[in-house]
């Protein structure tokens, strides 16, 4: 799976992760992009293949998408202002939506190339040197994305873990490559080189694909996963005094939301209610990192009323 760090890449600390934020991280991987499209253009220039050719464009989408995110990582950090006042938090998910576009675009640019190689194949020339190079940018972006993947979750970076996710597919197809072209080399078997070459398209596609689905049901207010609600309800339960109901969960880029009703007895004061309440908005945020709780009260003996309101009026 795409998701699996290389077992020989050295395990990233908390405190470090903690200072690889989201932009020095995308600003490394536009380092890493341009230094990987110098690397595969030479390994395509050298060998004439059109597997690495669909190698060295999917590179060009790297650092398309690093840039895009870099953007959107910087504006989702903006505070809430008179036009935002829920914040920017959701621009991440137009840097993973726009990233899956460019895998889509690229893929159909690399199938178009590889069926055109494959009505006329063509021989491979200096392939030694052309892999080691296309090896040495996969050790390149292999190393990038562990570090990326493990501080998106750290940071709850949407951004960030989009482009991991696309390195990591990099990674993985670049190998194909290799050993697809390795064969090539050694039965000279001309048309397996664009058969990889469309393998390699259809397995970017798909991540493509992908990655826009996420980024669409980020945009449609999709709820917290299920682990997630899982921690909100417990919490909720180590408060006996109240009864809640009417939870409902959403996720905004970094940020996390959650809206209930908290049902207490009629004749508490107003104080105590409020400070209760303040309690259990402490407790929330303490289980679920990120999270922004929004907590109507309400006396015991109104909920009935407030359903029947609610199916009346769904809008």
Not at 53 to 62: G, T
Not at 107 to 113: E, P, T
Not at 248 to 266: I, N, Y
Request: aromatic share 6%; charged share 15%; glycine share 6%.
């Amino acid at each position: 799976m795409v998701q699996r760090p290389c077992a020989t890449i050295p395990r990233v600390t908390t405190p470090l992760l903690d200072r690889l934020t989201p932009r020095r991280l995308l600003q490394a991987s536009i380092a890493v992009a341009l230094l990987t499209i110098g690397l595969k253009t030479a390994a395509w220039w050298l060998t004439g293949s059109v597997g690495l050719l669909s190698d060295a464009l999917e590179a060009l989408v790297n650092l398309a998408g690093a840039s895009f995110g870099l953007l959107m990582v910087t504006i989702a950090a903006r505070p809430a202002d008179h036009d935002h006042p829920y914040g920017h938090h959701k621009a991440e998910y137009f840097s993973s939506g726009f990233e899956g576009v460019l895998i889509v675009v690229a893929a159909v640019a690399i199938i178009w190339a590889a069926v055109a190689r494959l009505l006329e194949p063509q021989p491979l020339q200096q392939l030694d040197l052309g892999l080691l190079l296309t090896l040495l940018s996969t050790a390149l972006n292999a190393a990038l994305a562990t570090v990326m993947l493990r501080a998106s979750r750290r940071h709850r970076s949407v951004a960030l873990e989009g482009d991991a996710r696309h390195l990591f597919t990099d990674v993985w197809t670049s190998v194909g490559v290799v050993v697809g072209i390795a064969i090539v080399g050694f039965t000279g078997w001309l048309w397996l080189d664009p058969v990889v070459a469309i393998l390699v398209a259809l397995n970017i596609l798909r991540e493509g694909v992908r990655l826009v689905w996420r980024a669409s049901q980020g945009l449609m207010d999709e709820a917290l996963d299920p682990d997630l609600q899982a921690t909100i309800e417990r919490t909720l339960a180590g408060f006996a005094s109240a009864r809640f109901d009417h939870i409902s969960t959403r996720k905004a880029g970094q940020r996390r939301f959650v809206d209930l009703h908290m049902h207490l007895p009629a004749t508490w004061p107003l104080g105590r209610a409020a400070a209760l309440r303040a309690e259990v908005e402490q407790a929330l945020m303490q289980a679920v990192p990120g999270l922004r709780a929004s907590i109507q009260l309400l006396p015991t003996n109104v909920e009935a009323l407030a359903v029947e309101q609610d199916e009346k009026d769904p809008m």
